[in-house]
């Protein structure tokens, strides 16, 4: 299957030209002009890499960068220009883009660029999971007969759920992820829509955020045009929803109302943490909902029931996050301090796995992490209060406000120091990168390009 890039350039022809020369190459293209359209897009559906302009009205290719980051960091970055400043380049590269091409492109340099960028996301994927390996040599996606990543399928539990996620992979209409808070939603749907092979296979997202009537309608129109022959809607945080998303939930599970008339096969799947009955004698879900959501129910196992899969977890993750953060090289666990993880109940489920992973990584920069840090985080994961855990977190967003904050005021340190009442030299120390950063990478310029 083609690989998939999405470009976003708001000058047309532009735009068709990169279009052309990626289609050329035998990449499947989405190329769109408005960077809002292009962040759905991306949660949409799974892409290989992005290849952004850098200068756009609405916002730039740095902060477009940063968005679809948060939805999957694992995913390359190119960035194209017509003129960007020293200093501009390596901010970009720093802050982890994965090629910077200025204008009139190299052809050449960006498609052999595209493909090393592309081979070395793989490369990583392939280290997480030949990290949980088990003693057999058999990986997860070769035991089951199926790729699976949600979950490394170790446990007897995890396996178990997803054999029976693949055999309802063609479900007629509506499939219900029960599970309990801090479930990866999203990462099991991800799973769900890999288990088809045809590009006419298309899953959209639907947050409380943002879940209205004309979205989810916009997100079904666009997925036909991209030729969408079945559009599967995952709700998101079903319980979060108000009311009017609620009744919207049910008019589109139920195809009805403004549903009713869509020329395409629609499916629903809703995720929601709690026991049905539970929340329907609660009055949490109404009676239609609770009707609908009981046609096909699979439970989603907690954490706790999967501990032999939960190091390997911890592992893939820190693959994601080295991605994100751009390290030169991706941290490994110590068998010991990887088998810790195997011993914590793990209230929040993946939420509170993938904050300690984060955390580990912030504190401990290196190739090797250690018993002694692995625990130093766990017992700050259990034994804090919700109030410290909120702190920490806050504290370790510091860098990502100020830099908010930074382009809010165009870079003008002054004007960035008022805004917090802060020393100028307070701020240049927090948002200066160190230079060991910018280039210690394999890349860094490319003659051809720069």
């Given at each position: 299957?083609?690989h998939?890039?999405?470009i976003?350039?708001d000058?047309a022809?532009?735009?068709?030209?990169?279009?052309?020369i990626f289609?050329?190459?035998?990449?499947?293209?989405?190329?769109?002009m408005?960077?809002?359209?292009?962040?759905?897009?991306f949660?949409?559906?799974?892409y290989?890499?992005?290849?952004?302009?850098?200068?756009?009205?609405e916002?730039?290719?740095?902060e477009?960068?940063?968005?679809v980051?948060?939805?999957?960091?694992?995913?390359?970055?190119?960035?194209v220009?017509?003129?960007?400043?020293?200093?501009?380049?390596?901010?970009?590269?720093?802050?982890?883009?994965g090629?910077?091409f200025?204008?009139p492109?190299?052809?050449?340099?960006?498609?052999?660029?595209?493909?090393?960028?592309?081979?070395?996301t793989?490369?990583?994927?392939d280290s997480?999971a030949?990290?949980?390996?088990g003693?057999?040599?058999?990986?997860?996606?070769?035991?089951?007969?199926?790729?699976?990543?949600s979950?490394p399928c170790?446990?007897?539990?995890?396996?178990?759920f997803?054999e029976?996620?693949?055999?309802?992979?063609?479900?007629i209409?509506?499939?219900?992820?029960?599970?309990?808070?801090?479930?990866?939603?999203?990462?099991i749907?991800?799973d769900?829509?890999?288990?088809?092979?045809?590009?006419?296979?298309h899953?959209i997202?639907?947050s409380?955020?943002t879940?209205d009537?004309?979205?989810?309608?916009?997100?079904?129109?666009a997925?036909?045009?991209?030729?969408?022959?079945?559009?599967t809607?995952?709700?998101?945080?079903?319980?979060?929803m108000?009311?009017?998303?609620?009744?919207?939930?049910t008019?589109?599970?139920?195809h009805?109302?403004?549903?009713?008339?869509?020329?395409v096969?629609l499916?629903?799947?809703?995720?929601?943490s709690?026991?049905?009955?539970?929340?329907?004698?609660?009055?949490?879900?109404?009676?239609?909902?609770?009707?609908?959501m009981?046609t096909?129910?699979?439970?989603?196992?907690?954490?706790?029931?999967?501990?032999v899969d939960?190091?390997?977890?911890?592992?893939?993750?820190?693959?994601?996050?080295?991605?994100?953060?751009s390290?030169?090289?991706?941290?490994?666990?110590?068998?010991?301090?990887?088998?810790?993880?195997?011993?914590?109940t793990w209230?929040?489920?993946?939420e509170?796995?993938?904050?300690?992973?984060?955390k580990?990584?912030?504190?401990?920069?290196g190739?090797?992490?250690?018993?002694?840090?692995?625990k130093?985080?766990?017992?700050?994961?259990e034994?804090?209060s919700?109030?410290?855990?909120?702190?920490?977190?806050?504290?370790?967003?510091q860098?990502?406000y100020?830099?908010?904050?930074?382009?809010?005021?165009?870079?003008?340190?002054?004007?960035?120091?008022?805004?917090?009442?802060a020393d100028e030299?307070?701020?240049?120390?927090?948002?200066?990168?160190?230079q060991?950063?910018?280039?210690?990478?394999e890349?860094t310029l490319w003659?051809?390009?720069?």
């Open positions: 299957m083609p998939r890039v999405l976003l350039d000058d022809d532009f735009n068709s030209l990169l279009t052309d289609e050329q190459a035998d990449y499947n293209v989405t190329s769109l408005d960077p809002i359209e292009a962040i759905e897009a949660r949409d559906r799974e290989d890499l992005i290849v952004t302009d850098h200068k756009m009205p916002m730039t290719g740095a477009f960068m940063k968005a980051k948060k939805v999957r960091p694992e995913v390359p970055v190119i960035m220009s017509g003129y960007l400043e020293n200093d501009t380049i390596r901010e970009l590269i720093s802050e982890g883009v090629g910077v200025l204008k492109l190299n052809i050449f340099s960006l498609l052999k660029r595209t493909a090393e960028l592309i081979e070395e793989q490369k990583l994927q997480s030949s990290d949980g390996e003693a057999d040599g058999e990986d997860a996606g070769k035991h089951l007969g199926f790729s699976f990543r979950y170790k446990s007897g539990a995890s396996a178990s997803a029976r996620l693949y055999s309802l992979r063609n479900f209409s509506m499939l219900s992820l029960i599970g309990e808070p801090g479930m990866h939603y999203r990462s749907c991800e769900i829509l890999n288990f088809y092979e045809s590009d006419a296979e899953f997202y639907l409380p955020g879940f009537e004309a979205q989810a309608l916009s997100l079904i129109e997925a036909q045009k991209e030729g969408a022959e079945r559009v809607c995952v709700l998101l945080d079903l319980l979060s108000n009311e009017a998303q609620r009744v919207i939930a008019k589109l599970a139920k009805e109302g403004a549903f009713e008339a869509l020329a096969v499916r629903t799947i809703f995720c929601v709690g026991d049905l009955d539970s929340l329907f004698d609660e009055g949490l879900i109404d009676e239609n909902l609770y009707i609908l009981g096909t129910e699979v439970r989603v196992p907690p954490l706790r029931e999967c501990s939960v190091g390997i977890m911890a592992q893939q993750l820190v693959v994601e996050i080295a991605r994100e953060k390290l030169a090289a991706v941290p490994r666990f110590e068998r010991s301090a990887r088998d810790l993880f195997r011993q914590q209230g929040r489920n993946y509170e796995l993938r904050a300690t992973v984060r580990i990584i912030d504190d401990n920069p190739d090797m992490i250690t018993h002694a840090a692995v130093s985080a766990l017992q700050v994961s034994l804090a919700p109030r410290d855990r909120l702190e920490s977190h806050l504290l370790g967003q860098v990502d100020l830099r908010a904050v930074s382009i809010l005021f165009n870079g003008d340190r002054s004007k960035i120091a008022g805004f917090f009442g030299s307070a701020i240049e120390a927090k948002l200066k990168c160190p060991d950063s910018i280039f210690s990478r890349y003659p051809d390009e720069y």
